[in-house]
C-alpha cells in the first residue's frame, strides 16, 4: 500500500493477556518508529529501528513491552501480561535517511 | 529536558480570520522541528520542517516559521477544511535517537 498500515485497528483484551501489534511501513522506509498516544496527547516515543536493528528503546515502559523487525519490514509491538493503563492508541511510523516520518492511523488498543 | 509546549490548547475562528498557533521549544540541539496535522480517527499528517531559525515554509493557507526557541504556524484566511489538531515535534541532534518529541496540540475549529 501507500502509507504505513497498522492491524488490528482495534483491540479489545483482557487484562493479564498478551497482545501483539504489527506494523507495515512504507516500501523501501529503512526505520520504523512505535508511539503511543493518550487521548488530547501528541504521541510519546516507544522505540525505533533501522532495518533490523532497534536503535533506541528508551520510551518502552517497562520489560512487559518489546518490539522487533526480523527482516527489516514489518514489526511487531508486543505488550505481555497486559493492564488497563496500557489501553492507548498505539501508532506506527516509517521514514527514509533524512526524510520525515510518516505515521499510520493507529491501533486503538482496550483493556478490560 | 528535551520539551515542546503549544498554545493555545484549542482556538475557534471564523472563516476568513487569520491567527498563528505557537510552539515554543527547549532542546539541547535542534535538528528540526516538525508540524504535522492530524484529523479525528487518523495519524498526523506531515506539513512542514524547518531546521534553523529564521526559516520559513508555506503550503496554501499555510506558513511555518523558526526562531531559536519558537516556531509559528500562521493560517491565512482559514477554511472550514483546515478544522484540525496541529501538532509540533522537535527532533534533537545529538546521539542515535531520531525519536520526535510532541507538544499537546493545537486543536482549531473554523467555523463559516
Known amino acids: 500500500g501507500a502509507g504505513v498500515s497498522q492491524s488490528p485497528r482495534y483491540k479489545v483484551t483482557k487484562r493479564g493477556q498478551d497482545v501483539a501489534l504489527r506494523c507495515d511501513p512504507i516500501s523501501g522506509h529503512v526505520s520504523l518508529y512505535w508511539y503511543r498516544q493518550a487521548l488530547g496527547q501528541g504521541p510519546e516515543f516507544l522505540t525505533y529501528?533501522?532495518?533490523?536493528?532497534?536503535?533506541?528503546k528508551s520510551g518502552l515502559p517497562n520489560d512487559r513491552f518489546s518490539a522487533e523487525r526480523p527482516e527489516g519490514s514489518i514489526s511487531t509491538l508486543t505488550i505481555q501480561r497486559t493492564e488497563q493503563r496500557d489501553s492507548a492508541m498505539y501508532r506506527c511510523?516509517?521514514?527514509?535517511?533524512?526524510?520525515?516520518?510518516?505515521f499510520g492511523d493507529g491501533t486503538r488498543l482496550s483493556i478490560l | 529536558e528535551d520539551q515542546v509546549t503549544q498554545s493555545p490548547e484549542a482556538l475557534r475562528l471564523q472563516e476568513g480570520e487569520s491567527s498563528s498557533l505557537n510552539c515554543s521549544y527547549t532542546?539541547?540541539?535542534?535538528?528540526?522541528l516538525f508540524w504535522y496535522r492530524q484529523d479525528p480517527g487518523k495519524g498526523p499528517e506531515f506539513l512542514f520542517t524547518l531546521y534553523s531559525a529564521g526559516e520559513e515554509k508555506e503550503k496554501e493557507r499555510l506558513k511555518a516559521t523558526l526562531t531559536k526557541k519558537e516556531s509559528f504556524l500562521h493560517i491565512t484566511a482559514p477554511k472550514p477544511e483546515d478544522s484540525a489538531t496541529y501538532l509540533c515535534?522537535?527532533?534533537?541532534?545529538?546521539?542515535?535517537?531520531?525519536?520526535?518529541?510532541f507538544g499537546t496540540g493545537t486543536l482549531l475549529a473554523v467555523q463559516p
Open positions: 529501528f533501522n532495518y533490523e536493528a532497534q536503535q533506541d
Open positions: 511510523a516509517s521514514s527514509s535517511p533524512g526524510q520525515p516520518q510518516h
Open positions: 532542546v539541547s540541539g535542534l535538528r528540526g
Open positions: 515535534a522537535v527532533q534533537a541532534s545529538g546521539g542515535a535517537t531520531n525519536k520526535l518529541i
